[in-house]
């Protein structure tokens, strides 16, 4: 269903039209004058407009000026008694999509309406195709890596994600940076039933209050200095997909009351316009701040916590996973290699000892750059520790070793675990609850461990 505006100082006119334009089943608004009808455009999502060209005060060439000013992309026609060709050219010329000579039949109305509003969805589709084509060339080099995993702690964090992902529940995704928050938010969308609609991100932590409202939102032209045409917000851009808002946490309260309003109704104004847009959009939301502490310091809304909230999703650190280490370093190697250094098949096991070894603050992201880098540097077909970044050539106090011979890789992941406990036992001087801390555990967890290594 559209929404057309007629414009006429006749009501004859005015009533014949919205008679035959509501029996097509479109919204219609009427207005006796330019004025009044120009008021009614700028409060509307207004989709087709139909003006008489001669008007008191505001006439139909003021409204197409105005019009075409504001929305170049809505069609509009003009209804003259002078239908000869120079009125019609000279309709063109100031933007008309076409006329409408007085008197008129219900069959040329429906054939003229039908044609404006098939343009106006044309256009639509196109305005937001290039506008998803800039976003596309935007992301494009900021994906890293792919959702790879065998520890407990991930699969249970794919089982989450197959449990959700159908719904259209808002899943709150927490971890620290470089887990891979995006890539488990495009696994959910990937999965549901908006699959085949756009994915669209917003990190709402690069952006200052006012360039983000606009991001999120859209604005109109002429909106702000700069502002030289029409832009669609990130909502309107995910309408029928999802929207992922990553590093929520950093939004300003000013604009934690608008975000709550859109995920409540589904509807939002763009910046500097009035006319109010619905959506359907599945919202996904990352942090890597305690939002319930920023609740409690009064930084974050509470019923907006609990609105994004609905279903929470943390992401482990991989110093909480290390036996995904090997699988994520070969996936690495797999991955970049053909674009890096195609010679390099393997990672040594002396290089593997390193990875293994390293507490990883920047998590996946960071092993990926480290396995990056060490194929730029390695030689022959394999990663020696010689490749590797200088912060994992370090002494050979923080290394672990290998063992040799032939064990299976649970027997090998065993002897690394033993290795680092006894390293961390060490380091906290016997302390087991700073043992437990210093490997991410929990101390019943490191209790159980130590009793079966043997360690005291």
């Given at each position: 269903?559209?929404?057309?505006?007629?414009?006429?100082?006749?009501?004859?006119?005015?009533?014949?039209?919205?008679?035959?334009?509501?029996?097509?089943?479109?919204?219609?608004?009427?207005?006796?004058?330019?004025?009044?009808?120009?008021?009614?455009?700028?409060?509307?999502?207004?989709?087709?407009?139909?003006?008489?060209?001669?008007?008191?005060?505001?006439?139909g060439v003021e409204v197409l000026r105005a019009v075409h000013e504001s929305d170049?992309?809505?069609?509009?026609?003009?209804?003259?008694?002078?239908?000869?060709?120079?009125?019609?050219?000279?309709?063109?010329?100031?933007?008309?999509?076409?006329?409408?000579?007085?008197?008129?039949?219900?069959?040329?109305?429906?054939?003229?309406?039908?044609?404006?509003?098939?343009?106006?969805?044309?256009?639509?589709?196109?305005?937001?195709?290039?506008?998803?084509?800039?976003?596309?060339?935007?992301?494009?080099?900021?994906?890293?890596?792919?959702?790879?995993?065998?520890?407990?702690?991930?699969?249970?964090?794919?089982?989450?994600?197959?449990?959700?992902?159908?719904?259209?529940?808002?899943?709150?995704?927490?971890?620290?940076?470089?887990?891979?928050?995006?890539?488990?938010?495009?696994?959910?969308?990937?999965?549901?039933?908006?699959?085949?609609?756009?994915?669209?991100?917003?990190?709402?932590?690069?952006?200052?209050?006012?360039?983000?409202?606009?991001?999120?939102?859209?604005?109109?032209?002429?909106?702000?200095?700069?502002?030289?045409?029409?832009?669609?917000?990130?909502?309107?851009?995910?309408?029928?997909?999802?929207?992922?808002?990553?590093?929520?946490?950093?939004?300003?309260?000013?604009?934690?009351?608008?975000?709550?309003?859109?995920?409540?109704?589904?509807?939002?104004?763009?910046?500097?316009?009035?006319?109010?847009?619905?959506?359907?959009?599945?919202?996904?939301?990352?942090?890597?701040?305690?939002?319930?502490?920023?609740?409690?310091?009064?930084?974050?809304?509470?019923?907006?916590?609990?609105?994004?909230?609905?279903?929470?999703?943390?992401?482990?650190?991989?110093?909480?996973?290390?036996?995904?280490?090997?699988?994520?370093?070969?996936?690495?190697?797999?991955?970049?290699?053909?674009?890096?250094?195609?010679?390099?098949?393997?990672?040594?096991?002396?290089?593997?000892?390193?990875?293994?070894?390293?507490?990883?603050?920047?998590?996946?992201?960071?092993?990926?750059?480290?396995?990056?880098?060490?194929?730029?540097?390695?030689?022959?077909?394999?990663?020696?520790?010689?490749?590797?970044?200088?912060?994992?050539?370090?002494?050979?106090?923080?290394?672990?070793?290998?063992?040799?011979?032939?064990?299976?890789?649970?027997?090998?992941?065993?002897?690394?675990?033993?290795?680092?406990?006894?390293?961390?036992?060490?380091?906290?001087?016997?302390?087991?609850?700073?043992?437990?801390?210093?490997?991410?555990?929990?101390?019943?967890?490191?209790?159980?461990?130590?009793?079966?290594?043997?360690?005291?």
């Open positions: 269903m559209a929404k057309i505006l007629i414009i006429d100082d006749n009501e004859t006119i005015r009533f014949g039209l919205r008679q035959v334009i509501k029996k097509m089943d479109h919204e219609v608004l009427v207005a006796s004058g330019g004025a009044e009808g120009l008021a009614l455009f700028k409060k509307n999502e207004v989709d087709f407009v139909i003006t008489d060209l001669k008007m008191d005060g505001v006439d170049p992309d809505c069609p509009a026609m003009i209804i003259t008694a002078f239908g000869t060709v120079e009125t019609a050219v000279e309709a063109m010329k100031l933007g008309a999509f076409d006329f409408l000579q007085k008197p008129f039949t219900p069959e040329v109305v429906r054939l003229k309406v039908q044609r404006a509003l098939e343009m106006r969805q044309a256009r639509r589709a196109a305005q937001k195709l290039a506008s998803e084509n800039d976003y596309l060339r935007e992301e494009s080099e900021a994906r890293f890596g792919e959702l790879v995993g065998a520890a407990p702690s991930m699969k249970q964090v794919f089982r989450v994600i197959e449990k959700v992902a159908p719904t259209d529940s808002s899943v709150f995704v927490s971890g620290e940076s470089g887990t891979g928050k995006e890539l488990v938010a495009r696994a959910i969308h990937q999965r549901s039933q908006r699959k085949d609609g756009p994915f669209i991100k917003v990190n709402c932590g690069a952006l200052t209050d006012t360039l983000l409202e606009s991001e999120l939102f859209g604005h109109e032209k002429g909106a702000f200095t700069g502002a030289v045409k029409r832009r669609l917000g990130r909502f309107e851009l995910a309408d029928g997909g999802t929207l992922f808002l990553d590093e929520v946490g950093d939004v300003s309260p000013a604009l934690q009351t608008k975000l709550l309003r859109v995920l409540q109704e589904q509807e939002f104004e763009r910046v500097g316009g009035e006319s109010t847009i619905s959506v359907n959009v599945r919202v996904l939301s990352a942090t890597n701040k305690d939002l319930q502490a920023e609740v409690r310091e009064g930084r974050f809304r509470e019923d907006l916590y609990y609105r994004l909230h609905i279903v929470p999703l943390r992401i482990p650190p991989l110093r909480e996973r290390r036996e995904d280490i090997p699988l994520l370093a070969h996936h690495f190697v797999d991955k970049l290699a053909p674009r890096t250094n195609p010679s390099i098949e393997r990672i040594e096991d002396d290089a593997l000892g390193r990875l293994m070894a390293y507490h990883w603050p920047g998590n996946v992201r960071e092993l990926e750059n480290a396995i990056e880098q060490a194929l730029v540097f390695a030689d022959g077909a394999s990663i020696a520790v010689g490749a590797l970044p200088e912060f994992l050539r370090g002494g050979s106090d923080d290394t672990l070793s290998i063992p040799k011979g032939q064990m299976s890789l649970p027997e090998i992941l065993e002897d690394l675990e033993r290795q680092l406990i006894l390293k961390a036992f060490k380091d906290a001087d016997g302390v087991k609850t700073e043992t437990a801390r210093k490997l991410g555990i929990k101390t019943s967890a490191l209790y159980y461990k130590l009793d079966k290594y043997g360690i005291s």
